[in-house]
């Protein structure tokens, strides 16, 4: 949009058709009638085209400013909306979200999500619950959350949801420091120790399952299917198991070198993670807040 478009010009546009006068736009405007007059002339100045037609029964639009009047209408009452949002948003007593998201997002994004609600709705209540694909879908159909942010599931599992995507992610297949599949990190040799593997609610299991197959490898024999992190960090660290488990749960580990990524392709896994609500279901402030929050989030983590 043309940066000399300014908000007094459409004010002026809009009510100066509404009362079919520049006389009476002026009076509710708390304008001189040259005032109204300059603004509507440098409107059109900017656009490059007559919008009204002056005469002695009052003004008129042109085809050109039949067009844009209903842009500035909606521009307008866009802007009227926010602001009205922002003095209104957190401070009522319900104010409240309820959120779901993956142990990989619990991990790695939620924090800095929330930190990011607190500024711009500090009032607001925030409910975190977290569980797999499978759990929270379900929650969200039945309408005891109202948004959840998470990898895009299989077709059956997303059915009555809306998916907006924020950011790729992989599988990582993480061990404790010093394991012996380090000395030759090659994915054919897990079966030789036991494996923390995705179950069939997790979101996960059929990306790790093309990788395997890509492969040549069978499901692993000697496997416990979790998808608690905690569980997962405190066996893979006190233990000879190797884990298959979204790279963001396990991000602060590596990088502090508590736990060990396989340096292993794993392209294969890699998945979309959004927001989901229902279809269909109008939007609330909530929403919007946590959509901005989680856009600043992303930016920030450079996960985009």
């Known amino acids: 949009m043309d940066r000399r ?4 010009h459409l004010q002026a546009f809009v009510e100066i058709v509404r009362r079919r006068s520049l ?7 708390f ?7 300059r603004t509507l002339a440098e409107l059109e100045d900017i656009v490059g085209v007559p919008l009204l037609l002056r005469g002695r029964g009052g003004v008129a639009l042109t085809p050109q400013g039949e067009f844009f009047l209903g842009f500035a209408q909606a521009s ?8 009205a949002g922002i003095s209104d948003f957190g401070r009522e007593a319900g104010a409240q979200l309820r959120l779901g998201a993956l142990p990989s997002v619990a991990a790695r994004l939620l924090p800095d ?4 609600i607190a500024a711009l709705a500090p009032d607001m209540r925030v409910t975190i619950v977290d569980g797999s694909h499978l759990h929270l879908t379900r929650l969200l159909n039945g309408g005891e959350l109202d948004v959840v942010i998470g990898r895009l ?3 059956d599992t997303m059915r009555g949801l809306s998916f907006t995507q924020l950011y790729l992610e992989e599988v990582a297949i993480v061990v404790r420091p010093g394991h012996p599949i380090l000395a030759d990190p090659d994915l054919r040799r897990i ?3 036991p494996v923390i593997y995705p179950p069939s609610s997790a979101a996960i299991r059929p990306f790790v399952k093309s990788l395997l197959v890509a492969e040549g490898l069978p499901l692993p024999r000697r496997r416990i299917e979790t998808v608690s992190s905690e569980f997962g960090r405190a066996r893979t660290r006190d233990s000879d198991a190797i884990w298959f488990i979204s790279a963001g749960v396990v991000a602060r580990e590596i990088s502090e070198g508590r736990l060990v990524r396989l340096p292993v392709n794993t392209d294969l896994t890699r998945g979309p993670v959004g927001l989901m609500v229902r279809a269909n279901e109008r939007e609330t402030l909530e929403r919007r807040v946590l959509a901005q929050a989680v856009e600043r989030a992303v930016r920030q983590l450079e996960l985009g």
């Open 113 to 116: 999500v929330v930190d990011e």
């Open 31 to 37: 304008l001189t009638q040259p005032a109204i007059s």
């Open 191 to 193: 079966g030789d120790w």
């Open 153 to 155: 599931g299989e077709p």
């Open 76 to 83: 307008l009452a866009a802007l009227e909306q926010g602001l």
């Open 5 to 8: 478009i300014k908000f007094r």
């Open 23 to 29: 006389k009476r736009a002026a009076e509710r405007l």
